[in-house]
């Protein structure tokens, strides 16, 4: 892949930042933060499938891109990050909130139905022409099984993007064998540790604890409340349980209230709430001061080896790629049955083990791949670059 130099192009709106975050999920929400952070003075909205007001949950007022990509033309897409590979427009739709799926019928979305949500195709809009395509910090290894035109749209978009990166191996084995150029790097949220001061005091006597919603449901809110209550060791913790987001499929805490319910009907006593924390920020804070993370979210797990926080990755495949792919020496993918010899299995890791080591460095290699990037758009900063030359052709 070659870069486009940028220091000549015409800027007449501003570059896009796509992402998944029309809805309440703490990962997608740090992943617009943590760009605009390397991208910071650069011209750009946040944009996603539809139209969104998240600053209840401290994100932004997104933009729809589809609407955007059809007017004037656009120097810039970057998508931010996360599963994007095997995302249809029929998923993301279901993902919105109930006041949002009303006007993201598929037939109001400007996309057609087999497009990829959040991994737009240049050459579907005139808007993106010889404009700069990045795609980073993404998992797609959900592309393996896609068929028809879902899979040639998305495919199409991988290879006419101008930089790819991916966050785990599973993701880099696919666009190998698919032959499109990549590079593989951690998790942008792992800079989280370095650029963004967290002024949760810390207490680690708690134990957070996190699950989707089909998760907890699968094995019953009783049987998941009577697991908690009966493990010895999560005894000497105060257990806190922790919405990754409220988007539907996602978590829930009226759920979780009632978890916590249960938990002292089976004689849990009082060592159980529910978490306050409802901004991207405050969620990143809560776990980077916990003494214990227990839960589904890939970012859970990220923030939570961050800040060297012990740490066990429940059930999710996603989350075990993510470890082994970066050699992240915690317990992951553990079924809930497993629960009690994984927590004492990840404090002897946080005893022996070097963590915080370990976090700089992942967050270094995410640092250094993301920040050549970003500077290749300095000449798009908004406010004192001067005069605006002449757009090149593409090479």
Request: net charge neutral; no cysteine; charged share 20%.
């Amino acid at each position: 892949m070659v870069f486009i130099p940028l220091t000549t192009m015409v800027v007449v709106t501003p570059g896009l930042f796509i992402g998944a975050y029309e809805r309440d999920n703490f990962g997608d929400l740090l992943f617009l933060t943590q760009t605009r952070h390397f991208m910071r003075g650069v011209d750009a909205s946040g944009s996603s499938l539809i139209d969104s007001d998240m600053t209840g949950v401290g994100g932004e007022h997104v933009s729809a891109y589809p609407s955007l990509l059809h007017g004037a033309r656009v120097p810039f897409v970057w998508v931010v990050g996360g599963e994007t590979g095997g995302t249809s427009v029929t998923d993301a739709v279901a993902m919105l909130d109930h006041d949002l799926r009303g006007r993201g019928a598929d037939s109001g979305l400007g996309l057609p139905a087999y497009a990829s949500p959040y991994l737009p195709r240049p050459s579907r809009y005139p808007a993106l022409q010889g404009s700069a395509s990045v795609i980073n910090s993404v998992g797609v290894s959900g592309v393996r099984p896609l068929t028809g035109k879902h899979r040639i749209e998305t495919i199409g978009a991988l290879r006419e993007a101008t930089f790819l990166s991916v966050r785990e191996a599973a993701s880099s084995q696919v666009l190998t064998r698919l032959g499109i150029e990549h590079r593989l790097a951690p998790d942008l949220v792992h800079t989280v540790a370095k650029t963004t001061p967290l002024d949760a005091e810390s207490d680690r006597t708690i134990a957070l604890v996190q699950a989707k919603v089909k998760h907890i449901e699968r094995v019953g809110i009783p049987e998941f409340a009577k697991l908690l209550a009966g493990s010895g060791s999560l005894r000497p913790f105060h257990i806190r349980l922790f919405s990754a987001g409220e988007a539907p499929g996602h978590d829930s805490l009226e759920v979780l209230k009632t978890v916590a319910h249960e938990f002292r009907a089976f004689g849990g006593g009082a060592r159980i709430d529910v978490s306050e924390a409802r901004t991207a920020h405050e969620k990143a804070a809560e776990i980077a001061s916990a003494g214990l993370w227990i839960g589904t979210s890939l970012h859970g797990y990220i923030i939570s080896t961050s800040y060297n926080v012990p740490r066990v990755g429940l059930m999710l495949r996603k989350v075990k790629q993510y470890a082994s792919s970066w050699d992240i020496p915690a317990p992951s993918g553990v079924p809930l049955r497993s629960l009690d010899g994984a927590i004492e299995q990840a404090l002897e890791l946080s005893r022996t083990t070097d963590g915080d080591r370990l976090a700089l460095h992942l967050a270094d290699r995410a640092e250094e791949n993301v920040r050549p990037r970003a500077s290749m758009f300095s000449a798009l900063k908004s406010s004192i670059d001067g005069p605006r030359q002449s757009r090149p052709p593409r090479s």
